[in-house]
């Protein structure tokens, strides 16, 4: 073993917030090099913790890649007002995987909610940014999320690493 590495303690988080983003129907640009790029528009939504809470503005949304492997690679970009009016911006990557088995129950945009999250992954890597004083320790923090479908939309459990 290399003589270099140390042991450390465990990654640790505390919650953060739930959140809900409301979305509007897809749209695709098609299939290109990479895969199948498609904008999952943000169509508001609310998010709440035990250090803040607001709304999701309806601008912004994801700029998906549906890989060929089925993967789906997210890149978010919202706009959260805080019940204070404070401005914060939030984006993240991320992957869903979703199980071969499970692709077709979540194709139907009418009942896909309702597919158990357990059988899919689906990760994110939040970051903010904001002028905000009172979140201006946002600024600094490194999260992470645990998705899940909600009707007309998507939700994250989002933590923050300590």
Same mark, same amino acid.
């Given at each position: ?20 983003? !409301? ?11 990479? %895969?199948?790029?498609?904008? $999952?528009? #943000?169509?508001?939504?609310? =998010?709440?913790?035990?250090? /803040? ?15 060929? !492997?089925?993967?789906?690679?997210? !890149? ?6 805080? #019940?204070?009016?404070? &401005? ?17 129950? &979540? ?5 896909? $909610? ?7 992954? =689906?990760?994110?890597?939040? &970051? =903010?940014?904001? %002028? ?20 007309? %939309?998507?939700?994250?459990?989002? =933590?923050?690493? /300590?």
């Amino acid at each position: 073993m290399d003589t270099r590495i140390r042991d450390l303690d465990p990654i640790a988080t505390r919650p953060l917030f739930d959140i809900v983003v !409301d979305l509007h129907p897809k749209q695709s640009f098609g299939a290109g090099p990479l %895969g199948t790029r498609v904008l $999952h528009g #943000s169509a508001g939504g609310t =998010f709440e913790g035990p250090q /803040l809470r607001g709304t999701v503005l309806p601008i912004g949304g994801d700029w998906a890649l549906y890989r060929p !492997d089925g993967a789906m690679q997210l !890149d978010v970009r919202l706009a959260l007002r805080t #019940s204070e009016g404070d &401005l914060i911006h939030m984006t993240y990557g991320g992957r869903w995987i979703v199980p071969q088995a499970q692709r077709a129950a &979540l194709a139907d945009a009418r009942t896909r $909610h309702a597919v158990d999250p357990a059988s899919y992954y =689906f990760r994110t890597t939040p &970051l =903010f940014e904001t %002028g905000s004083i009172r979140y201006a320790w946002l600024n600094d923090a490194v999260c992470i999320g645990s998705g899940y479908l909600v009707e007309g %939309g998507v939700a994250y459990k989002v =933590f923050q690493v /300590l």
